[in-house]
């Protein structure tokens, strides 16, 4: 039955378990839904779907765009390489985030498309907290975005 010796045991253990969670020994996944922000503007720019295929690798895919009233409210990546099967299609539904892998708390070793430019950039993607950090970069040139959890 339950006795004092018990009681102790499940209070160790159950301290254990909760300073494993408070000091972040579980790893946070990426897969769900992410606001992107705009560099120049600090608006909403879009939402990503990131989540993984049978491959074990993640992917992220354009879910929405917030546009402005009177622009083009379903835009083509026309500035995507023309070997790029991603050239002159729709950027809503678009993947642009393509086989990252992970790695402890790290998802690297993919890449990320702009899509305003087409440029392809190599990819890591890491979580801070309930944020999302997003860095493109090629050799040692990098920018880093801050996606927020979208529920939308």
């Not at 939402?47 to 295929?53: A, G, L, N, S």
């Not at 895919?61 to 402005?68: D, N, P, S, Y």
């Not at 050239?87 to 790695?103: A, F, R, T």
């Not at 801070?128 to 990098?142: D, S, T």
């Amino acid at each position: 039955m339950f006795n004092r010796e018990n009681s102790g045991i499940m209070r160790t253990l159950m301290t254990v378990i909760l300073m494993t969670f408070a000091t972040g020994g579980f790893s946070q996944s990426i897969v769900g839904k992410w606001k992107t922000i705009d560099d120049d503007t600090g608006k909403a720019k879009s939402v990503v779907e990131i989540y993984k295929k049978s491959d074990g690798k993640y992917y992220g895919k354009i879910t929405k765009l917030f546009r402005e009233p009177g622009g083009d409210q379903d835009p083509v990546c026309s500035e995507c390489d023309e070997d790029d099967l991603r050239h002159n299609k729709k950027i809503k539904s678009m993947e642009i985030i393509k086989e990252l892998e992970k790695d402890g708390n790290m998802y690297e070793e993919g890449n990320i498309l702009d899509p305003n430019n087409g440029t392809v950039y190599d990819c890591k993607i890491w979580r801070e907290g309930n944020k999302l950090k997003v860095r493109g970069y090629v050799a040692f040139f990098y920018r880093t975005q801050t996606w927020y959890p979208y529920n939308g």
